[in-house]
Structure formats: C-alpha cells, structure tokens
C-alpha cells in the first residue's frame, strides 16, 4: 500500500509558485530582449534586471527554507532512478536560479552597466570593469538561461508525470490538493 505523500508547508508553496511565476516571466523577458529593438528593449531590461535580483534573493530564502523545513519524502514506490534524477533536478534548479542573477549582474558590473533596482538606487558592482570578462559572462548567461528553460520544461514533464500517470501524490504535495 501506497502511504501518502505529505503537503510541503505554505510558505515554501507559496515560494515555489512565487518564484515559478518569476522564472517563467524572466525567461520570455529575456528572450522578448533578445528579440526586440529601441524603446522597449530598454523597459525591458529595466524588468530584466530587478526581477534578476528579487529571483536570486528568493531562491536563498527557499534554499535556507529548505535546509530548516522537511520537506515530504518522495513515494516509496518511485524507482532509484527517478529518485536520483529528482534530487539532481533540484541541485541543479537552485545552482540555475542562484547563479545565473549572478552572472548576469557580474556581467553587467564587468560592462560597467549598473543594476537599477529602481530609479535612484543601483546596486554595487560585483566584479571591475573588463570588457572581455563582459563579453564571456553575457555568453555564459545566455546558456545558463537556455539550461534554466530546459530544467524548467523537464520540471514540468516531472509534475505531470506525477500528477497525470503516477498518481501518487507528489503534485498535490505542491499544489496544496489532496495527497490521500
């Protein structure tokens, strides 16, 4: 017999949803930036670059939730592997969503270019002023950014993988519904 998953605690819910929400429009702002020209590139990295930072605070505040709260134990009936791939998805989501705010405002302390949270206040650089440092961060957030959507998607595979066939109630654990 299958024993229940249980729920995660409403803050890291209210986290989880928060910050997917904050991921999934930082990653077509970033490509709408990619893709647009004068003026609205400009306001567009004007939302690029606070939301950058509010995501990498975020993902602290969940990682150090993390480490004080238990999280549910996932299903005794999911296999080793799935198991395995579970945990590393989640390494590998919290090094994305910490590391690539990082880069990018190292890259953009390297391009001299200030990170406005709001008008009147920037946060201080990170890293000195060099133009080739500049050039190889902002390649490296861009493929750290195409990791992130691609760890995103396979999240999501994993959830409805869970919530759809598996049936076993790790999606509801997350979304608040019954887990029973």
């Given at each position: 017999m299958m024993r229940p998953v249980e729920r995660f605690p409403l803050f890291a819910r209210i986290l989880h949803w928060l910050m997917a929400a904050m991921i999934l429009t930082m990653l077509f702002v970033g490509i709408a930036m990619v893709a647009t020209v004068e003026p609205a590139y400009h306001r567009l990295v004007d939302l690029h670059r606070p939301l950058g930072i509010c995501i990498l605070l975020l993902a602290v505040v969940r990682l150090v939730?993390?480490?004080?709260?238990?999280?549910?134990?996932?299903?005794?009936?999911?296999?080793?592997?799935?198991?395995?791939?579970?945990?590393?998805?989640?390494?590998?989501?919290?090094?994305?969503?910490?590391?690539?705010?990082?880069?990018?405002?190292?890259?953009?302390?390297?391009?001299?270019?200030?990170?406005?949270?709001?008008?009147?206040?920037?946060?201080?650089?990170?890293?000195?002023?060099?133009?080739?440092?500049?050039?190889?961060l902002r390649h490296l957030h861009t493929w750290l950014a195409l990791a992130l959507f691609g760890v995103v998607l396979i999240h999501l595979a994993a959830a409805l993988l869970h919530g759809l066939l598996l049936r076993d109630g790790v999606l509801p654990s997350m979304t608040g519904g019954r887990t029973g």
């Amino acid at each position: 017999m299958m024993r229940p998953v249980e729920r995660f605690p409403l803050f890291a819910r209210i986290l989880h949803w928060l910050m997917a929400a904050m991921i999934l429009t930082m990653l077509f702002v970033g490509i709408a930036m990619v893709a647009t020209v004068e003026p609205a590139y400009h306001r567009l990295v004007d939302l690029h670059r606070p939301l950058g930072i509010c995501i990498l605070l975020l993902a602290v505040v969940r990682l150090v939730n993390r480490w004080l709260i238990r999280v549910p134990p996932l299903p005794d009936t999911l296999p080793p592997a799935l198991r395995v791939a579970a945990r590393l998805s989640h390494v590998v989501l919290y090094a994305l969503m910490i590391g690539l705010p990082l880069v990018g405002w190292g890259m953009l302390s390297a391009g001299a270019y200030p990170v406005a949270m709001w008008p009147g206040f920037a946060l201080p650089p990170i890293l000195p002023h060099d133009p080739a440092l500049f050039a190889m961060l902002r390649h490296l957030h861009t493929w750290l950014a195409l990791a992130l959507f691609g760890v995103v998607l396979i999240h999501l595979a994993a959830a409805l993988l869970h919530g759809l066939l598996l049936r076993d109630g790790v999606l509801p654990s997350m979304t608040g519904g019954r887990t029973g």
